[in-house]
C-alpha cells in the first residue's frame, strides 16, 4: 500500500459545502480515487476510528464532531501517497499550516480541521480496510 492513502471530508467541511472543491484540489494534486462513499459515523464508529486517542483530552470532543454529521470517505492512489497527502492538507491546528493548503483553507480550528489523512503506510490499510470491502475498490 506504498502507493495509496486513506482521507475523510470531515462533517464541518462537508456541512460548509466543501466536498467539491476538497476532492478538486486532491485530483488536480495528482491522487486518483480509488473508493469514495459518503456515510455518516455512529458515535461506536468514530470512537473505533480515532481509538489511539482514547486518552487524550478532546477525545470526547472528536468522536461527538465526527459523528456529527456526514462524511465523505475515499482511498487514493499517487506515488509517495501517504506524504504527499499530509503535505497537500497541512498541519493539524489550521492556523500552523502552510498557505495553500487544504486545512489553511477550509479549516477552522485544530478539532473541526475539515480533512484526515494517514499518517502511515500500516495506517491507510487499516483505515482503508475500515471503511471499504473489496468490492467498493475499483
Ligand atoms: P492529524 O493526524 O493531523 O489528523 O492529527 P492527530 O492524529 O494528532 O489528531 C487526530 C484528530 O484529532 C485531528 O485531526 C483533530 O480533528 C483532532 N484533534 C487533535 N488535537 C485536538 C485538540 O487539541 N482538540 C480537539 N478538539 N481535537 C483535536
Redesign the pocket.
Known amino acids: 500500500m506504498n502507493n495509496r492513502t486513506f482521507t475523510m471530508i470531515?462533517p464541518d467541511a462537508f456541512s460548509k459545502g466543501y466536498s467539491g472543491l476538497i476532492l478538486d484540489r486532491i485530483i488536480q494534486a495528482g491522487f486518483k480515487i480509488i473508493a469514495v462513499k459518503m456515510t455518516r459515523l455512529s458515535p461506536e464508529k468514530a470512537g473505533e476510528f480515532?481509538a489511539?486517542?482514547r486518552e487524550?483530552?478532546?477525545y470526547q470532543?472528536?468522536v461527538d464532531?465526527?459523528s456529527s454529521g456526514p462524511i465523505i470517505a475515499a482511498i487514493l492512489e499517487k506515488s509517495n501517497a501517504v506524504a504527499d497527502f499530509?503535505t497537500l492538507?497541512g498541519?493539524?491546528?489550521p492556523a500552523k499550516a502552510t498557505e495553500g493548503t487544504i486545512r489553511k483553507l477550509y479549516a477552522a480550528?485544530?478539532?473541526?480541521?475539515a480533512i484526515?489523512?494517514s499518517?502511515s503506510n500500516e495506517n491507510a490499510k487499516i483505515e482503508s480496510d475500515f471503511f471499504f470491502s473489496v468490492l467498493e475498490r475499483y
Request: glycine fraction near 12%.
Open positions: 470531515k480515532y489511539v486517542h487524550r483530552g478532546f470532543e472528536l464532531f465526527m499530509r492538507i498541519a493539524t491546528d480550528s485544530v478539532g473541526e480541521n484526515h489523512g499518517d
